[in-house]
T-cell receptor, first 110, second 111 residues
Framework: TQLLEQSPQFLSIQEGENLTVYCNSS?????LQWYRQEPGEGPVLLVT?????EVKKLKRLTFQFGDARKDSSLHITAAQPGDTGLYLC??????????FGTGTSLTVIP | NAGVTQTPKFQVLKTGQSMTLQCAQD?????MSWYRQDPGMGLRLIHY???????DQGEVPNGYNVSRSTTEDFPLRLLSAAPSQTSVYFC??????????FGDGTRLSIL
């Protein structure tokens, strides 16, 4: 059983479109991280969200943590080809073990 | 500042062979972890360490051993490789309760 479910699994859009990807858990967690992974490389941290209802913005990326701290979303405005990659969410229990979602593979077509 | 360095980047083994995947970090991080990444499965934790001399099992530890004799190094050993261990392996490090820094991975194929 996957602790974290991400949707959609694959997403292909045209440059300039908006998109949202989701990360859901059946459990409450204290914090959640979003990572982006490009082919041939390891995941790179985008943001950490810790407070229920928290919204963080990173240029065209908006991250939201659900009020009940069981879900999170990543919204990208006006997607660009450079946004192409695998987006992973991850949660931690006490900071010792990290559980990752299955990821959303995003392709932005020029 | 090299960050997290993994070697080798690619490896092909025959079933039953043994090998060690190396991981080194120069950020003085206490926490280090090994993951495997398979299509449709995301990243799964194999083993982790909260400091030198301390290791513990993650989600999928069977078939793998680790040791942590220094803060900098966290090698992963496959004692008898099996085709099911074909995967991409990532090492990561962090400070306590902080997000992780990842290496670029080792792509391992077992024939």
């Amino acid at each position: 059983t996957q602790l974290l479910e991400q949707s959609p699994q694959f997403l292909s859009i045209q440059e300039g479109e908006n998109l949202t990807v989701y990360c859901n858990s059946s459990s409450v967690f204290s914090s959640l991280q979003w990572y982006r992974q490009e082919p041939g490389e390891g995941p790179v941290l985008l943001v950490t969200v810790v407070t229920g209802g928290e919204v963080k913005k990173l240029k065209r990326l908006t991250f939201q943590f659900g009020d009940a701290r069981k879900d999170s979303s990543l919204h990208i405005t006006a997607a660009q080809p450079g946004d192409t990659g695998l987006y992973l969410c991850a949660l931690s229990n006490t900071g010792n073990q990290f559980y990752f979602g299955t990821g959303t593979s995003l392709t932005v077509i020029p | 500042n090299a960050g997290v360095t993994q070697t080798p980047k690619f490896q092909v083994l025959k079933t039953g062979q043994s090998m060690t995947l190396q991981c080194a970090q120069d950020m003085n991080h206490e926490y280090m972890s090994w993951y495997r990444q398979d299509p449709g499965m995301g990243l799964r934790l194999i083993h982790y360490s909260v400091g030198a001399g301390i290791t513990d099992q993650g989600e999928v530890p069977n078939g793998y051993n680790v040791s942590r004799s220094t803060t900098e190094d966290f090698p992963l050993r496959l004692l008898s490789a099996a085709p099911s261990q074909t995967s991409v392996y990532f090492c990561a490090s962090s400070y306590p309760n902080q997000p992780q820094h990842f290496g670029d991975g080792t792509r391992l194929s077992i024939l």
